[in-house]
């Protein structure tokens, strides 16, 4: 892959994680689970450098996204597994290819100017949608490192978008 920092077998996810996440019962995951989710890999990657050490997310490429909320303007962080672009963060807007765009997404292209944290730095950037074929090029990138996020675009009428985050500080 073009421009890839890391190797394939780091970025790789266990079938266990690249299966569609369900709660205990079996069922899709509530928001309430999905915010306490969200939470421990935040509390988790802050406790350990910005390393998750147990869960689904063991041993992934992850960073913490935060935004300010589009209607609110309140700070949003969102834990999320990403790709590298050269120096670019590449992520991707896939909510399980569930019909909508998460609230991330939604709150990025309101307000670009974000914060990252990855491995134990912290800075900002500058988020933009990629369209056509760049956006093509990430989101294939992407998908064939966590082949997870090929089966979400096949779930959804709707096109996932790829986000990508440059520093500006």
């Known amino acids: 892959m073009a421009g890839h920092d890391s190797t394939e077998e780091a970025n790789s996810l266990s079938q266990g994680q690249t299966d569609q996440f369900t709660s ?12 306490s989710l969200n939470q421990t890999q935040i509390d988790q990657f802050r406790a ?5 050490v147990e869960g689904l997310f063991k041993g992934a490429s992850m960073l913490l996204l935060t935004t ?5 303007g309140k700070a949003r962080v969102t834990p999320l597994t990403y790709t590298r672009d050269g120096s670019r963060y590449v992520v991707l807007a896939a909510k ?10 939604r709150n990025l292209v309101a307000n670009p100017v974000v914060t990252v944290e990855v491995g134990p730095e912290r800075f900002q950037a500058r988020a933009s949608v990629v369209e056509g074929s760049e956006r093509d090029r990430l989101f294939n990138a992407h998908a064939a490192i966590m082949p997870n996020f090929a089966a979400y675009q096949s779930n959804t009428t709707r096109i996932i978008p790829v ?4 520093r500006i500080s």
């Open 96 to 105: 399980l290819g569930a019909p909508e765009h998460p609230a991330w997404y």
């Open 24 to 35: 205990s019962t079996g069922k899709r995951f509530s928001r309430e689970e999905w915010n």
């Open 163 to 166: 986000v990508v985050l440059d």
């Open 68 to 72: 300010r909320g589009a209607r609110s």
């Open 48 to 52: 350990n450098h910005g390393t998750i």
